[in-house]
């Protein structure tokens, strides 16, 4: 099993840009998430999903957009980016087991210029 | 309304025990998780406890009072590689209906020789 993994690792971006963080998991969970973590701080959970076609809003969910069509993917859309967005990305997927443990992914990071 | 407080830094030597407290308030309250993240990488799941008491899992044991919303992580006989942050999560509910994690910001252990 591959677990969570996400692309790109890296990524800068200007000012405006949008662009779309990928995320998918091989272990057949139902809930996926989407963490920023911004430094010095804790993780800030953006938006989740707790089945395909099912999405909501987590703390943070201003400027980004999600979907999941699949089990297996939960994409992260930036719709217009700014300097505000520049972060860590992590995807998780959990079960409703041990209280939700979340698998998460390597990270993206997100500079914008 | 959500809270949660866990010291930002703590520092101990190799050997030693230590132990990181974490006080919580949280809407429909399940239990609590601590995770472990070193610097640049993914957080990882140490352990959740459900009900009140001790749990052990190796080195490692997480405490609950659910009465004074009130949790900690023991570490015992530590060693270099437990140089990390500590995040304690409380699972509750907060917006909609599905359970979800919050994470504070973390304590930053670091592990003297």
């Known amino acids: 099993n591959a677990g969570v993994t996400q692309t790109p690792k890296f990524q800068v971006l200007k000012t405006g840009q949008s662009m779309t963080l990928q995320c998918a998991q091989d272990?057949?969970?139902?809930?996926m998430s989407w963490y920023r973590q911004d430094p010095g701080m804790g993780l800030r959970l953006i938006h989740y999903?707790?089945?395909?076609?099912?999405?909501d809003q987590g703390e943070v969910p201003n400027g980004y957009n999600v979907s999941r069509s699949t089990t297996e993917d939960f994409p992260l859309r930036l719709l217009s980016a700014a300097p505000s967005q520049t972060s860590v990305y992590f995807c998780?997927?959990?079960?409703?087991?041990?209280?939700?443990?979340?698998?998460f992914g390597p990270g993206t990071r997100l500079t914008v210029l | 309304g959500q809270s949660l407080e866990q010291p930002s830094e703590v520092t101990a030597v190799e050997g030693a025990i230590v132990q990181i407290n974490c006080t919580y308030q949280?809407?429909?309250?399940?239990?609590l998780s601590w995770y472990q993240q070193h610097d640049g990488g993914a957080p990882t799941f140490l352990s959740y406890?459900?009900?009140?008491g001790l749990e052990e899992t190796g080195r490692f044991s997480s405490f609950l009072s659910r009465s004074d919303s009130y949790g900690y992580l023991l570490l015992q006989e530590l060693q270099m590689k437990d140089s990390a942050s500590y995040f304690c999560a409380p699972l509750g509910v907060s917006s909609g209906s599905a359970r979800q994690l919050t994470f504070g910001s973390g304590t930053q252990l670091t592990v003297l020789p």
């Open positions: 406890n459900a009900l009140d």
């Open positions: 272990m057949n969970h139902e809930y």
């Open positions: 949280t809407s429909g309250f399940y239990g």
């Open positions: 999903s707790v089945g395909a076609g099912i999405t």
């Open positions: 998780a997927s959990s079960t409703s087991g041990r209280g939700n443990e979340q698998f």
